[in-house]
């Protein structure tokens, strides 16, 4: 069956670095475009970014670019999110979306505090 397993989350301080990984299985990966998403407790889900299945186009929301970078990896069949230079605003758990087969990950938290 098609599953996502986010990894990479943790406890970081202020400007630090962190990499999420999303292994994907049960679909052609190379076929599909992927996203991050975002969510704090309460809120809505937000887009963080996007990257189509050949990795040439990628899209970030404004909060995030310059600072994230959505990468892939289509014979690992993964998708990384390399956080740099992270922000209190960017705790949240941090989920995977497959748009071609509707799927999300379980999700990996990010806490970033001093």
């Known amino acids: 069956q098609v599953q996502l397993v986010e990894s990479g989350g943790g406890l970081v301080q202020p400007g630090e670095s962190l990499r999420l990984s999303c292994v994907a299985s049960?679909?052609?990966?190379?076929?599909?475009?992927m996203n991050w998403y975002r969510q704090v407790s309460g809120s809505e889900r937000e887009f963080v970014a996007f990257?189509?299945?050949?990795?040439?186009?990628?899209r970030y929301a404004d909060s995030v670019k310059g600072r994230f970078t959505i990468s892939r990896d289509n014979a690992q069949n993964t998708v990384y999110l390399q956080m740099n230079n992270l922000k209190p605003d960017d705790t949240a758990v941090y989920y995977c979306?497959?748009?071609?087969?509707?799927?999300w990950g379980q999700g990996t938290q990010v806490t970033v505090s001093s």
């Open positions: 049960g679909f052609t990966f190379g076929n599909a475009a």
């Open positions: 979306y497959a748009f071609d087969v509707r799927a």
């Open positions: 990257i189509t299945n050949n990795g040439i186009y990628t």
